[in-house]
Structure formats: structure tokens, C-alpha cells
Nanobody
């Protein structure tokens, strides 16, 4: 049974940083591309960042490019999202996902999802 468990969200002031992580189990982690998505209240889930199985390739939404960095540690079965220069519009529940592609993925391509971690950015 695949499990993805996010942690590391929280409340931060605008301009601050957070580094959520996602621990995976029940799958051969090193063979899966991983993605981060977010969903704000009343809005659809949107793509944030994705990384290939080996970590050599990454892809970002335009809204986070240059501020967020996705990385992974296959020895620890964990994927990270370093978020810098946070803005109030980054406030959302952040989800990690497995099973999709790393380049321009859609949410419906991913078969496994975590429960999400709340990120709140105050102005």
C-alpha cells in the first residue's frame, strides 16, 4: 500500500521560507517521478513542481519558478520543496504525488497522493 506523508508546512511571513517534505513508502520510490501540487480554498488543485525519478530533471509552474526548488533523496524515500520568497498568494494546502510524469504533468496522471500540509503566508 502506497503512503505519502507530507510535513513541514506552517505559518510564515511574506518573504520567508519553508521546506515541506514528503516521505514515501509502499513503492519503489527511485523509479517514480514525484510532484508537488497545491490547492487554495475555492480553487482547483494546481501544479507546482515535479522531479524525475533520478532527480536529474525538474519542472516548475511559472508562478514559482526561481523561488521554489524541488529535490529528492532516494536513499531516504523523500521528496522536498524548498520555498523561498514566499508570497501571500502561495497560501494553500500542498500535496505531494507519485505516479505521473515530471514534465508538464496534470493532477489526473498521479495515482498516489498524500494528505497535504498547510502553508500559510501572512502579509
Amino acid at each position: 500500500q502506497v503512503q505519502l506523508v507530507e510535513s513541514g508546512g506552517g505559518l510564515v511571513q511574506a518573504g520567508g521560507s519553508l521546506r515541506p517534505s514528503c516521505a514515501a513508502s509502499g513503492l519503489t520510490f527511485s523509479t517514480y517521478a514525484m510532484g508537488w501540487f497545491r490547492q487554495a480554498p475555492g480553487k482547483e488543485r494546481q501544479f507546482v513542481a515535479a522531479i524525475s525519478w533520478g532527480g536529474d530533471n525538474t519542472y516548475y509552474a511559472d508562478s514559482v519558478k526561481g523561488r521554489f526548488t524541488i529535490s529528492r533523496d532516494n536513499a531516504k524515500n523523500t521528496v522536498y520543496l524548498q520555498m523561498n520568497s514566499l508570497k501571500p498568494e502561495d497560501t494553500a494546502v500542498y500535496y505531494c504525488a507519485a505516479g505521473g510524469r515530471w514534465y508538464a504533468p496534470r493532477p489526473d496522471e498521479f495515482g498516489a497522493w498524500g494528505q497535504g500540509t498547510q502553508v500559510t503566508v501572512s502579509s
